[in-house]
């Protein structure tokens, strides 16, 4: 979906209050795709800051299908999102390589789905957890350790101690 910003990008202090529905079903994010089972309204406000320049305020919520991090259970992860851009006309960039750095415009056409789309994966969370306190799976066996414990021997040897343990098996082979 586009948005016309010519309005807004030649007239002298013009204000553009926008709300308009977010056409993304799915983000792609790292090496995972997660789908968008809901997402509110987004709001925009374009407000001209000079000659070709205008400042773009947005703000979302969206719903995402994701699995948790540690026990792998399917997770309903909201990202909200909120943002402040600055946007200017092609023909009025100082630099032509700074129009480049917003790849969300085309000409006087503002891309929402790319501007959120971008938003959406600064705005993602380093890890998604099904609650604060989820231990996660056994790497041995697999069991799911937030519903009980398994009798996997999980013990793991300081790797700072390895050359005394090789110092005792070399005086038992004597």
Known sequence: MFIN?????????????????????????????????????????FTNTGRGRAKIEGKAEFTFNAGCDRCLKPVKQKVAVAFTREVWAPDTAADPSAYEEQPFMNGFQLDVEDLLNSEIVTSWPMKILCKPDCKGICPTCGRDLNTGTCDCDNFVPDPRMAAIKDIFEADKEV
């Open 5 to 45: 910003l010519t309005e807004v990008l030649t007239n002298e202090d013009k204000v553009l209050a926008v709300q308009t529905e977010a056409q993304i079903t799915e983000v792609s994010v790292g090496d995972g795709s997660y789908s968008v089972c809901a997402s509110s309204p987004v709001d925009f406000v």
